[in-house]
């Protein structure tokens, strides 16, 4: 079926570096996608989210970049922080926004 | 103002038992999904409800149901538990304003239902 998918399952970046992860998916008709961070113990915190009719979208240290041609999803974090390290999940949603379908999950590790 | 409420967080079950669990949104919150995490499945999203009605369904068995009540609290049960019903079950409301466009969710801390 559809799905969202993840890259890397780990990434390791130094504090103070931009951090990249990446994210592929495989429905078209997906109306928007969105970036989600989980610490261990707590529910998933939205970071931000790009409708599809977009290409870019900024918020607080973080850049969500989407490249429809090659369905692909980006999220950058500028000045990786120690309170960075989680697992980070991009997301998706079509036909109900609020139906959301997940990706896998990348986990990154800020070395301090 | 408060996030959103999962009762109980921990709870061991036999197989072949029901299980209830509990959601309190964020206030003026209406809209409530469930979620259910695995490490096998990942996140995988159940059901949404919207003043009171269902509004979208995942591909879950019917084992699986929920309602909403009058002040959108949320309760979710699941019927003739499996081993493999073993999860985090997450909550999460949204101020759905326009039903035209993805709204924000708020996540609870989850209810941890280990089925033994």
């Known amino acids: 079926g559809e799905s969202v998918g993840l890259h890397l399952p780990t990434l390791s970046v130094q504090e103070g570096d931009n951090s990249i992860i990446n994210c592929a998916y495989s429905n078209s008709a997906s109306d928007y996608f969105i970036w989600y961070k989980q610490e261990s113990g707590k529910g998933p915190q939205f970071i931000i989210d790009?409708?599809?009719?977009?290409d870019k979208r900024q918020g607080q240290r973080v850049t969500v970049l989407l490249n429809k041609t090659v369905k692909h999803l980006s999220l950058q974090i500028a000045a990786t922080q120690p309170g960075d390290s989680a697992v980070y999940f991009c997301a998706e949603t079509s036909g109900g926004y609020q139906k959301v379908t997940f990706g896998t999950g990348t986990k990154l590790q800020v070395i301090p | 103002k408060a996030g959103v409420t999962q009762t109980p967080r921990y709870l061991i079950k036999t197989r072949g038992q029901q299980v209830t669990l509990s959601c309190s949104p964020i206030?003026?919150?209406?809209?409530v999904s469930w979620y259910q995490q695995t490490p096998g499945q990942g996140l995988q999203f159940l059901f949404e409800?919207?003043?009171?009605?269902?509004?979208n369904k995942g591909n879950f068995p019917g084992r699986f149901s929920g309602r909403q009540f009058s002040n959108s609290r949320s309760e979710m049960n699941v019927s003739t538990l499996e081993l493999g019903d073993s999860a985090l079950y997450l909550c999460?409301?949204?101020?759905?304003?326009?039903?035209?466009?993805?709204?924000?969710?708020?996540f609870g801390p989850g209810t941890r239902l280990t089925v033994l």
């Open positions: 206030s003026g919150h209406r809209s």
């Open positions: 790009i409708r599809s009719n977009m």
């Open positions: 409800y919207f003043s009171e009605t269902q509004r």
């Open positions: 999460a409301s949204s101020l759905v304003g326009q039903v035209s466009s993805y709204n924000e969710q708020f």
